[in-house]
């Protein structure tokens, strides 16, 4: 089993930035890909950016690109995302998420990772 667990979150003022962090414990031969989702009070979890593991092949959402850079460090087994411009749409639980290769899926899919963090607060204010 894969933990995950995720921090830097925060408040920041409208065109801050942030940057998440996200550690885990996990077996990089046996992981396929991690990513970044975000769910808004209401709303349902949404994709913000994913990454290949092995590759390092990086997949966004539309609406990050350009201001959210994901990033990872294979020796440190840690995910980042580096988050700039922020908005106050940008306000959400953000979620680290990780798949093994037996998982098949989009990396943009929820439904494709197998293993999630408990999730980091982050508040925009306008």
């Known amino acids: 089993q894969v933990q995950l667990v995720e921090s830097g979150g925060g408040l920041v003022q409208a065109g801050g930035s942030l940057r998440l962090s996200c550690v885990a414990s996990?077996?990089?031969?046996?992981?396929?890909?991690l990513g970044w989702f975000r769910q808004a009070p209401g709303k349902e979890r949404e994709f913000v950016a994913g990454i290949y593991w092995s590759s390092g092949t990086t997949y966004y959402a539309d609406f990050v690109k350009g201001r959210f850079t994901i990033s990872r460090d294979n020796a440190k087994n840690t995910l980042y995302l580096q988050m700039n411009s922020l908005s106050p749409e940008d306000t959400a639980v953000y979620y680290c998420?990780?798949?093994?290769?037996?998982?098949?899926?989009?990396?943009?899919?929820?439904?494709?990772?197998?293993?999630w963090g408990q999730g980091t607060q982050v508040t925009v204010s306008s």
């Open positions: 998420a990780a798949a093994d290769r037996s998982v098949l899926g989009s990396i943009r899919s929820s439904s494709a990772y197998d293993n």
């Open positions: 996990m077996r990089s031969s046996t992981t396929a890909r």
